[in-house]
């Protein structure tokens, strides 16, 4: 059974940081894609950024420039370095992971609030 576990978000004021962290646990071989997703209160959940296996990234536009994405393929792991935060930042984020043979798996979520 393959587990995805996020941490690492809170509450912050608009124009601060945050690192979110996903683990994955459990029996998955070859993780391809791993990202993060995000769903604000009303709207459907939208992909914030990827990565893949080769080490190519990619980013949506209302994150390049101010948000990171970084793994560490020896942990089964992926983080968000979210710099400049800005209210429309606010929502649930979910890491995904994408396995070779296209199985996705989703974490539960973890709430990020920026405030004024």
């Known amino acids: 059974q393959v587990q995805v576990v996020e941490s690492g978000g809170g509450l912050v004021q608009a124009g601060g940081s945050l690192r979110l962290s996903c683990a994955v646990f459990g029996n998955i071989v070859s993780i391809n894609n791993m990202g993060w997703y995000r769903q604000a209160p009303g709207k459907e959940r939208e992909l914030v950024a990827d990565s893949t296996d080769d080490g190519s990234t990619n980013y949506e536009d209302f994150v390049k420039g101010r948000f990171t994405i970084s793994r560490d393929n020896a942990k089964n792991s992926v983080y968000l370095q979210m710099d400049s935060l800005k209210l429309e930042d606010t929502g649930v984020y979910y890491c995904?992971?994408?396995?070779?043979?296209?199985?996705?798996?989703w974490g539960q979520g973890t709430p990020v609030t920026v405030s004024s």
């Open positions: 995904s992971i994408t396995s070779y043979f296209g199985r996705r798996y």
